[in-house]
């Protein structure tokens, strides 16, 4: 995978480029399962996914090529961690030789053991990337995929998963923009529209309090949640009053 074939990209692209028999928000979900079939089909791995924000300034998962790719997609959703999750809150492509074992997610970890014993990650769980997507300059999802075994990515896989992204970036930008009034293209709006004040609110709470990034987002969305407020909303409110919903002085 240290480099992709032209010829194959500049098919990849074409079939990519012809649109498949559906209408509305159908349209944009099949585009998008397209990007994640022509990924695996063009690379070296054993899945992909693809997550996007939702209206709670979280991700939720989209489309996936494989059981697997959906019990990762699941597990990094329901632990609140992982690569994919550290990707679109980073803004950067991040890495793991062994998902199942990595230090840095632990709950994640967890999460994928349970998946596997359960039976919903049939096939066998190790390197994982995911790189950020972007509409309009500002990160909305995440580039999933995974390897069967654990492995050390090279700078030249990353680069070129990367590259792919980009014309993920591109699917997706045109799918909205043929779209607007679908669901998808609605949340992710709002997604771009809100993200700065999300933005604020998480750093006003890791100053605030002392969390880690990845904490004050997860205590932000537990506000929002709990308030029945949007987190966008909250996350004005902490950084006008300096206070959470709820919070007392």
């Known amino acids: 995978m240290s480099a992709i074939d032209a010829d194959t990209l500049a098919r990849t692209l074409r079939d990519l480029d012809s649109d498949p028999r559906a209408g509305g928000e159908d349209l944009l979900n099949a ?13 070296d791995i054993a899945g992909c996914g693809l997550m996007l924000a939702d209206e709670d300034g979280g991700l939720c998962y989209v489309v996936a090529t494989d059981d697997t790719s959906w019990a990762i997609e699941d597990a990094q959703l329901s632990s609140g961690e992982g690569p994919c999750m550290d990707s679109f809150a980073h803004d950067r492509t991040t890495t793991t030789g062994d998902a199942t074992t990595d230090p840095r997610w632990p709950r994640f970890g967890e999460a994928l053991a349970r998946a596997v014993q359960a039976g919903t990650a049939p096939g066998p769980i190790g390197g994982l990337l995911g790189t950020p ?5 500002t990160v909305v999802g995440s ?8 492995l050390e990515w090279t700078a030249d896989q990353v680069r070129a998963l990367e590259r792919f992204g980009r014309v993920a970036e591109t699917m997706l930008a045109v799918g909205v923009q043929a779209h607007q009034a679908g669901r998808l293209a609605a949340q992710l709006d709002y997604a771009i529209g809100h993200r700065a004040p999300i933005e604020r609110g998480v750093g006003y709470l890791m100053a605030r309090d002392g969390l880690a990034q990845r904490d004050a987002f997860a ?17 004005r409110t902490l950084t006008t009053t300096g206070r959470l919903p709820g919070e007392t002085s």
């Open 31 to 43: 585009s998008l399962q397209r990007v994640v079939d022509a990924c695996a089909g063009l690379f």
């Open 133 to 137: 997507l972007r509409l309009h300059g």
């Open 143 to 150: 580039l999933d995929v995974h390897h069967g075994a654990p």
């Open 219 to 235: 205590a932000l969305r537990r506000a929002s949640r709990s308030s029945r407020l949007p987190i966008a909303d909250v996350a």
